[in-house]
């Protein structure tokens, strides 16, 4: 059984890339529908901290900046999911911190409870949660599907490399349309 994981589309990190957003927010919301459709699970994944930062090390490179902000805090309005992908009820969303889906979530739980053993992976950035999502995916022995054209990154040739050098030795790589016909 698959599910969707819509991963990241907050309206802060959405923001990041301007002049595609209006393009990688319909696309999404094509899979979304796609997936509600053929009655395939969607789960929305944030990256979210506490107010603060607690979490955050000044140490961590990627993630030290963001110390002193209230950038992907629980009170920052930018850090809810975009209204294009909005959840319906029903519809789980998990808040993880840091890159991959997996990293400090129940999400495992939750997907050994549907009994899901295929994962379709989309979202923002290629680099940073579909990355880190497909390798522990990959260490979990999940099967594991990516939307190409549901991600996206700030650095479009760094998204394209991954998507066309490293994702498929661990995963199928194919268009949201592609993806869509093997629903029907």
Same mark, same amino acid.
């Given at each position: ?7 990241? %589309? ?12 209006? $393009? ?60 294009? %992908? ?14 991959? $889906? ?8 939750? =997907? ?23 390798? /522990? $995916?990959? /260490? ?21 490399? =991954? ?8 995963? /199928? ?12």
């Amino acid at each position: 059984m698959q599910a969707l994981l819509v991963m990241d %589309v907050q309206q802060g990190v959405v923001a990041r890339v301007p002049e595609r957003a209006e $393009a990688i927010l319909a696309r999404l919301a094509q899979a979304v529908a796609a997936a509600r459709a053929a009655e395939v699970p969607v789960i929305h994944v944030v990256v979210r901290f506490r107010d603060g930062h607690p979490e955050i090390s000044p140490a961590n490179k990627a993630f030290g900046p963001l110390i002193g902000t209230d950038a992907l805090t629980e009170s920052n309005p930018l850090s809810r999911i975009h209204p294009a %992908v909005a959840p319906l009820p029903g519809e789980p969303v998990v808040a993880k911190r840091f890159f991959g $889906a997996f990293s400090g979530t129940d999400l495992d739980a939750l =997907l050994c409870a549907r009994g899901i053993n295929t994962l379709v992976l989309a979202g923002l950035g290629t680099s940073g949660v579909v990355f880190g999502t497909l390798r /522990e $995916a990959t /260490e979990r022995q999940y099967r594991q599907i990516v939307l190409s054209d549901g991600c996206d990154d700030l650095d479009p040739e760094v998204s394209s490399f =991954l998507l066309e050098r490293v994702f498929p030795r661990e995963a /199928e790589v194919m268009t949201i349309d592609e993806w869509a016909k093997t629903l029907r």
